[in-house]
Structure formats: C-alpha cells, structure tokens
C-alpha cells in the first residue's frame, strides 16, 4: 500500500492541481449535501450517517477523474480531503440544528472538532457501557460505515473499485 518506490515517483503539477481543486470543492458540496442527509436521518429518527458515502462517492470520482498520471500522493490525499468533508457534514448538520450562528460558534470547540474523529468509536463504548443493545447495534453499523467510506474513497481514487 505505501511502499517507498511508490513515493519517490515524479509529481507533476498539472496533475496536482486539479487533484487538490475537485477535491476540496467535492469536500465542501458532499459534505454539505452529506450534513443536511444526516440532519434528514435524524428528523425520522435513524442516527445513522449515510451521508459519508455520498462524500465518499463524489471525492473518490472526482480525484479519480483529475489526474493523468497515477501517484500514490492522490488517494492519500483523498482520506484529507474525506476529514475536511466530514467536518463541512458536521458543521451543515449542526447549522440546521441550532439554526443560528451564534449557537453555532458557541458549539463548535477544539475538542468537539476532535470529537468529530473519533465520535464512532465514542458511541460504541457508550452503548456498551450502557448496555442497550439497539444503540449497540446502530452505532457499530454506523463505524462500519465510516470505515468503509475511507475505504472507498482510497480505492476510488486509486482506480480500483
């Protein structure tokens, strides 16, 4: 996966450029388009984020798509450009939840940015300290999803799927 003759080839410029254009305007609309499907889940009541496959799906098309000449730098990059979608879902969702953005501001922190990472894992040892096995259940689908989402986008952009 990331051996060192697969980093020591040539970067060219004309393709680096677009990679890091589509990937970060594909990071902000999916991730948009992802926060507000989440904030959908959560008004029917499923706490699921299939929104991170929709991130996933437009990242990994549009690196792929970008370049002419393969470089291991790509997909690499498109697990960056998967983080600064996921935080752009999670700042659309918490938009349509407080609806205001001073609220807004007062809930966003260094640490709830921190928490954004790991919040999978979170609910999987919550649910198993609490012992309620439908949030259980529903929490580790939803780390099946977020870990399958990266995994997407790292083969997309690379080319196999």
């Known amino acids: 996966m990331f051996n060192k003759y697969a980093w020591k080839q040539p970067i060219f410029k004309s393709d680096l450029l677009?990679?890091?254009?589509?990937?970060l305007l594909f990071a902000i609309i999916g991730g948009v388009l992802a926060g507000l499907l989440d904030y959908l889940c959560q008004l029917i009541g499923l706490n699921i984020s299939f929104g991170l496959i929709i991130i996933a799906y437009f990242i990994g098309t549009k690196v792929r798509k970008a370049y002419y000449s393969y470089h291991i730098l790509y997909p690499t990059l498109t697990i960056l450009f998967m983080l600064v979608g996921l935080l752009f879902s999670d700042l659309a969702y918490l938009l349509c939840l407080f609806r205001s953005l001073s609220n807004l501001l007062n809930a966003l922190n260094p640490i709830s940015l921190f928490n954004l990472i790991i919040g999978p894992i979170r609910a999987v040892i919550n649910s198993?300290?609490?012992?309620?096995?439908?949030?259980?259940?529903?929490?580790?689908?939803?780390l099946v999803i977020y870990i399958f989402a990266f995994i997407y986008a790292y083969r997309l952009a690379k080319g196999r799927n």
């Open 128 to 142: 198993l300290i609490s012992f309620n096995v439908l949030n259980l259940f529903l929490s580790t689908f939803n």
């Open 18 to 23: 677009p990679v890091l254009g589509n990937g």
